[in-house]
């Protein structure tokens, strides 16, 4: 069965780079990306395919039935785009100004449909059911995935297999880790209240600068001297605002970032430490410092049965490049919250590019051919799961 899927995965590549190049052409951002939606269930229908719209907000989820009794197996796929000025010289960049799919999601939705398609058209030789999960809003916490798990999407379900094309990786080769694969990602602002006055006194002040300044610079001592060396995470101030003219003091001045981490213990300790630090600096600047602390997705924890499984079922798969273990990444991913319903497994899939520029880059992209190598070991893990 499994060569059978291969060659009409092969056979549907154009239509494949087809689906992925209109998408790239027409992105939405998260919580936004109706006609996206409503593009992938047109898919279905036309396939005459079983799916059921509106799911936890923009989600859609296809079901397709084996002639053979089994197991339920899940796919998912995600397809929002980010808030990022297209900047590639392509023919099928962006049309929307200010939006693109900066980090591979079309690819996903592409490859999932492809292989949705696949499966259909051989669902009379096939065990058990195939649930294919097209999540929105990733990007942008809460997250689609949440909701659509609230909304039914696992009911059912025996375990959940996802992929995340990654264009810094060699292309079509799988990689795979068990345990801690992306991280809990949270965010945090902080708002300095200091006192602003005219830059030719400043002794008359309470600079929100010089102090949002010493608080940037005491952060950074957390990972490096509160954490153990062991553990992993990260603290980055992505953004520092205090708008003034020249010649004035600020008052205030608000940063904003993002702490990573894997262990729970971590997270909570990252997040108690930056409420000290905040309110000693505060102390010693006779200031106000409010913190607000926002977590996010939490860490995407693989589960080693499935994880393994997936390591053997494409070890055996043709055409791919290479099968390597990875190192977790310190990205973020609401995948998470399926791992937490049901087992299961994220895996990368290499798609790096002759021109490879990181995700969220304004320039990103991706080999094409590695939705291939996504979809036959998607397909592969699926059907074999079956046995």
């Given at each position: 069965m499994k060569e059978l899927l291969f060659e009409k995965l092969q056979e549907s590549y154009d239509d494949m780079v087809e689906i992925r190049r209109y998408l790239h052409m027409n992105p939405e951002v998260s919580f936004k990306e109706a006609k996206t939606a409503a593009y992938i269930a047109d898919f279905y229908?036309?396939?005459?395919?079983?799916?059921?719209?509106?799911?936890?907000?923009?989600?859609?989820?296809?079901?397709?039935?084996?002639?053979?009794?089994?197991?339920?197996?899940?796919?998912?796929?995600?397809?929002?785009?980010?808030?990022?000025?297209?900047?590639?010289?392509?023919p099928y960049a962006?049309?929307?100004?200010?939006?693109?799919?900066?980090?591979?999601?079309?690819?996903?939705?592409?490859?999932?449909?492809?292989?949705?398609?696949?499966?259909?058209?051989?669902r009379e030789d096939l065990a058990g059911e195939y649930v294919f999960i097209h999540?929105?809003?990733?990007?942008?916490?809460?997250?689609?995935?949440?909701?659509?798990?609230?909304?039914?999407?696992?009911?059912?379900?025996?375990?959940?297999?996802?992929?995340h094309v990654w264009s810094l990786f060699e292309s079509s080769v799988i990689y795979y880790a068990s345990g801690p694969v992306m991280a809990a990602a949270d965010r945090f602002t902080i708002t300095i209240q200091g006192a602003g006055g005219h830059g030719a006194s400043p002794h008359q002040t309470k600079d929100a600068i010089v102090i949002g300044s010493q608080l940037v610079m005491n952060l950074q001592q957390l990972v490096s001297r509160r954490v153990d060396p062991i553990e992993s995470a990260v603290l980055s101030v992505g953004s520092f605002v205090a708008d003034n003219a020249f010649?004035?003091?600020?008052?205030?001045?608000?940063?904003?970032?993002?702490?990573?981490?894997?262990?729970?213990?971590?997270?909570?300790?990252?997040?108690?430490?930056?409420?000290?630090?905040?309110?000693?600096?505060?102390?010693?600047?006779?200031?106000?410092?409010?913190?607000?602390?926002?977590?996010?997705?939490?860490?995407?924890?693989?589960?080693?049965?499935?994880?393994?499984?997936?390591?053997?079922?494409?070890?055996?798969?043709?055409g791919l490049q290479g099968v390597e273990e990875m190192k977790p990444q310190m990205g973020g991913e609401d995948f998470a919250y399926y791992l937490e319903k049901v087992p299961g497994t994220l895996f990368f899939t290499g798609a790096k590019p002759i021109d490879a520029y990181p995700h969220h880059h304004p320039r990103f992209d991706i080999d094409e051919k590695a939705m291939i190598a996504a979809a036959k070991t998607l397909g592969a893990a699926a059907i074999e799961y079956q046995q």
């Open positions: 229908k036309q396939l005459g395919v079983n799916v059921r719209t509106g799911v936890g907000g923009n989600g859609v989820v296809a079901k397709v039935m084996g002639g053979k009794p089994g197991k339920t197996v899940a796919l998912r796929a995600d397809f929002d785009a980010l808030p990022i000025q297209d900047q590639k010289d392509t962006s049309k929307v100004p200010g939006v693109m799919h900066a980090c591979g999601h079309d690819a996903h939705t592409a490859t999932l449909l492809q292989l949705a398609k696949a499966l259909h058209e051989m999540q929105h809003a990733e990007e942008l916490a809460p997250g689609g995935a949440i909701a659509m798990i609230e909304d039914g999407c696992l009911e059912g379900v025996d375990v959940i297999f996802g992929t010649n004035v003091i600020a008052d205030q001045a608000v940063l904003g970032g993002t702490v990573r981490t894997f262990a729970p213990e971590i997270r909570d300790l990252m997040e108690q430490e930056i409420q000290r630090v905040a309110k000693g600096t505060a102390l010693a600047n006779d200031c106000q410092i409010e913190v607000k602390y926002y977590r996010g997705y939490p860490a995407v924890i693989n589960h080693a049965k499935e994880t393994e499984f997936l390591k053997y079922i494409a070890e055996s798969i043709p």
